[in-house]
């Protein structure tokens, strides 16, 4: 009798976006006119083209593939040594950084890597997780039985949720107790907030006092634009005995159909057995990697290379300024109708405190039905998340200013 | 103190392909001229050129992924439309198969799958493998914890090990014992055996009568010639309430680089909690799938698409003939030199007895060494395998001419 992992049974409702998206479907089937004028400012899924470097690198890389001479098989399960060594050097060596190569892992995507990291570590460990926050760090914990059942509001038993808030500037206070595993995202999904150095600097001495690891989700570093805030939690003294980092060509590359990401995991960083012996967390994840994945696609990562020529670097800069320039207009449009404003500065997402104490999902719907404009309810990132909702900067600037206008007439 | 996952410590050695590389790498260093005429046959990794309608397809996606009317940016995370679609049709419903799009789930490769596959079944499943298997299933079944500690031959205690020999011709016998999840591979990997309609009906009878599971891989069905062979689990009646099926592009297509495969789960497929209660393994998978991965890449898919075009299957056809022309030239070489030899008529496998009672990592040894032709030691795919080897079909022509002639010659 094959027996189900019924951890899969606690989990609630659908994921956040295709419950979005089944609301979206009903109402465009029963409203074709709303249908017609419908802004999507949900999901937080880039819309301009691909970089041209990218789209370059791509063509000549099947084109390789179309002769035997060139033609590439499986590749190395960690990825190519000519993307590793790029990231190596534009991401990190030039920015003072000490991250080797054979530090970083590539991948199909950040959503796998935050997922699948839970692989290689035990049961027993204290999660922590920041509430609001994105949904599959709760879900992927839930699945692999690190927590016990939901509560009325969501929250599940056994994870530490660390509340965000205006208070704190969405960067959570250090916790009394002692957590093992802490997921912080900086520049924040959904919030917006930046962490400082300050911030980051007690988060990795509290990491490194209780011999716990951050998983530091920094898929949105490339929308900093104060020079002050850290892009990579490396840039932290001791960060690379108590951190993994997650990166991402989704957000920056424009990458989200095409599929690229990385993990960095310093070869200095140490897990333990139960009997306290360290160990190290490298090796770990390399076994993972070469036994569970078979390597990006190499035409895909031909692209991501590309990102890093002179070209991809000015084709970023690009994408970046067009999509901050959008969050400069909602935060704008948001501020004029009066609604509480955060982020949209260092990061592609504005958080709204909803009007007239709605809850986020009737926020939804007004949005949806009145100004056909599909928004993410802030619930649905976590119960401190009630009472806001999150309005994606990726769109074409027409759609954004439109959104402005509709704002306005709300 | 962040605990490791300690089961991924009763892994042996290493995975078996990075063992060969590294004897390989430690080879060529040390004879460049050895180096110089050494031939590959170990891993089964393609070498011919990908199809030339896979990348016409692919760059006509990397240009509409360049203009933002036709740009794509997160696909459905169970794959497109287009793609489930031209699988249904092509490999299930043209073959009087009643498998259904919404039942296919595209993903970046069959060894994912294989591994991911475990996170939607429960601790106490009793696992069944064939002896000799594919690595992957073994070491993503230690790595979840489903075994405890490895023998001195490197056999799990926990997993229940299904002799494969020439005399039940590679397919295992049914057990009298009852086990929850059986793993089977045909065209097998690594015997090149394939398993006829009453073997698996029996299998699926098995399985029917104990709630159990098949996980039937079918990676290498495009090599089937004997008509009378099934390729898929699903030409069982019966199947669609016991099978899992896995599927890839990588050795029909020429993939490998490439990454795209499938799963079929049937929706009429059962699991079942503790208590008993039955539960649907469809709805488990769609989440997982949702959760943890983000859809394969949509130029990938667009390329796996085009293999069903006319031109496409016709020049997969051509492919597998050029494989299957290598296996054939590849067991007579064998027979010449009165070696056992099994598979290479229905898979790009050719299974051969080592000589001289040599096991099978010397017989590695003797052909890298002497021969300078890289094989794939059978004891890496078990103990079963120990007095065995795997040469691979996938070359050129001319380089299996040579390993024809160097064979003869050893």
């Known amino acids: 009798m094959a027996l189900i992992n019924e951890n899969f049974l606690k989990l609630k409702a659908g994921y956040l976006f295709p419950e979005i998206a089944r609301r979206v479907k009903a109402f465009t089937e029963a409203n074709p006119e709303g249908a017609a004028r419908l802004i999507r400012c949900g999901i937080g899924d880039v819309t301009e083209a691909l970089p041209e470097a990218v789209r370059y690198a791509m063509h000549e890389a099947v084109d390789e593939m179309g002769d035997r001479g060139t033609f590439k098989g499986y590749g190395p399960e960690q990825g190519y040594d000519f993307l590793r060594n790029a990231i190596a050097d534009n991401d990190f060596k030039a920015r003072g950084l000490e991250v080797s190569a054979d530090e970083i892992f590539i991948s199909d995507g950040s959503k796998c890597d935050t997922g699948n990291i839970l692989d290689i570590f035990g049961a027993g460990n204290k999660i922590a997780i920041t509430d609001p926050v994105y949904p599959v760090y709760v879900d992927t914990n839930v699945m692999i039985g690190n927590t016990g059942e939901a509560d009325e509001n969501g929250a599940y038993a056994g994870l530490t949720y660390l509340k965000c808030s205006p208070e704190n500037g969405f960067v959570p206070d250090i916790p009394e107790e002692k957590v093992d595993l802490i997921y912080l995202c900086y520049p924040n999904n959904p919030t917006g907030a930046v962490a400082t150095r300050e911030q980051l600097t007690a988060w990795v001495a509290y990491a490194r006092k209780h011999g716990s690891i951050l998983l530091y989700d920094a898929a949105y570093e490339a929308f900093i634009q104060d020079e002050s805030i850290p892009r990579s939690i490396y840039e932290i003294e001791g960060a690379r005995e108590c951190a993994i980092e997650f990166r991402s060509f989704s957000k920056?590359?424009?990458?989200?159909?095409?599929?690229?990401?990385?993990?960095?995991?310093?070869?200095?960083?140490?897990?333990?057995?139960?009997?306290?012996?360290?160990?190290?967390?490298?090796?770990?994840?390399?076994?993972?990697?070469?036994?569970?994945?078979?390597?990006?696609?190499?035409?895909?990562?031909?692209?991501?290379?590309?990102?890093?020529?002179?070209?991809?670097?000015?084709?970023?800069?690009?994408?970046?300024?067009?999509?901050?320039?959008?969050?400069?207009?909602?935060?704008?449009?948001?501020?004029?109708?009066?609604?509480?404003?955060?982020?949209?500065?260092?990061?592609?997402?504005?958080?709204?405190?909803?009007?007239?104490?709605?809850?986020?999902?009737?926020?939804?719907?007004?949005?949806?039905?009145?100004?056909?404009?599909?928004?993410?309810?802030?619930?649905?990132?976590?119960?401190?998340?009630?009472?806001?909702?999150?309005?994606?900067?990726?769109?074409?600037?027409?759609?954004?200013?439109?959104?402005?206008?509709?704002?306005?007439?709300?």
């Open 252 to 410: 920056n590359g424009g990458f989200t159909g095409v599929r690229c990401a990385f993990i960095v995991i310093p070869k200095t960083l140490l897990g333990y057995q139960k009997d306290g012996t360290a160990y190290p967390i490298h090796p770990l994840w390399s076994r993972r990697h070469s036994t569970k994945f078979n390597g990006a696609s190499y035409i895909v990562q031909k692209g991501a290379e590309a990102l890093y020529s002179d070209e991809g670097k000015s084709q970023i800069k690009a994408l970046i300024e067009h999509y901050m320039g959008n969050a400069a207009l909602l935060v704008e449009a948001v501020k004029a109708i009066g609604l509480p404003v955060f982020g949209g500065v260092n990061a592609p997402y504005v958080w709204v405190g909803t009007p007239n104490g709605l809850t986020s999902w009737q926020m939804f719907d007004k949005m949806l039905n009145e100004a056909n404009v599909v928004i993410t309810p802030g619930s649905g990132f976590g119960s401190a998340g009630e009472g806001y909702f999150r309005i994606s900067a990726f769109n074409s600037r027409a759609n954004v200013e439109e959104v402005c206008r509709r704002l306005a007439a709300l």
